[in-house]
């Protein structure tokens, strides 16, 4: 609806995790080299948590742009599954077709498909989000995946992503083994108000913006009060904002029509 007011290529503010619009703040760009890390060294697991709405996902997304065509990768998005599911999904997700569908025959390929992999001097990635869902026997199972090695490197790597109540989860006695087999760990945080404030501008610029829309100083210091700094909440206030400048006919983002998106929002809530 304000597309065409604003001359905006696509909506700036949208909650899907679109690389093209990651903002790597300082924190973002360690947690992504921590990734790689992990990765390169072949540690065998890496650990990434964060509050919901903090761009773990779309920092996924980042990483996995940046393993193209160095490593052979798989993503599992919803992990609330059984043991079998989670390796069908491992195997399908890798491209490796499976005749039977039982727990050995998903293994015994795995382990075969991983192995060529090394023999061609390559890595392979498991990148399992909202981690904090996955069972302790799950989690385990993952844990049992890491024994797929040869005597001098891991054949598969696995990142592990979810909230904070993830590290809860592992520390506790049924998955110590795996907990200490985590050495490479990052907790991303809020943002703070200047990256807040470069986060908005970054998007706007993104979606074709080029200064013919802008949050003032009161818009983004509001945005970030009630955001918190975090990313997913500053896109749907942003969203609702443009949509209210858009009604007011106005392409400078204030504080007042911040305050009115806030309070449609949680009319809306």
Known sequence: MYLEYYKL????FNLTPD???LYMTEQHQTALNH????????????????????????????????????CHTAMILNPMLTET???RAVVEDFGVECPRRDRL????????????????????VLIIDEAQDMSVELLEMTRLLSNLETESAKLLQIVLVGQPELRQKLRSPNLR?????ITVR???????????AEYIRHRLQVAGADGKVR?????????????????????????????????????????????????????AA
């Open 177 to 181: 083994q795996l907990d200490q087999r």
């Open 85 to 87: 599911q989670l390796l």
């Open 35 to 70: 990734l790689l890390y992990g990765i390169g060294q072949r540690k065998g697991f890496v650990l990434l948590t964060g509050e919901v709405g903090t761009g773990k996902t779309t920092l996924c997304r980042k990483l996995l742009a940046s393993l193209e065509g160095q």
């Open 186 to 196: 990052y907790h991303l945080r809020m943002m703070n108000l200047a990256e807040t």
């Open 105 to 124: 025959a998903y293994l015994s390929l795995l382990n075969r498909f991983l192995l060529e992999v090394n023999l061609a001097g390559r890595n392979a």
């Open 215 to 267: 949050f003032d100083e009161d818009a983004i210091e509001a945005v970030y009060r009630h955001s918190g700094g975090t990313p997913r909440l500053i896109n749907a206030i942003g969203d609702k904002a443009l949509l209210a400048g858009y009604v007011r006919q106005s392409r400078l983002i204030d504080g007042g029509i911040v305050a009115e998106a806030l309070h449609e929002l949680k009319e």
């Open 9 to 12: 290529t696509e909506r700036p």
């Open 19 to 21: 690389t093209k619009f």
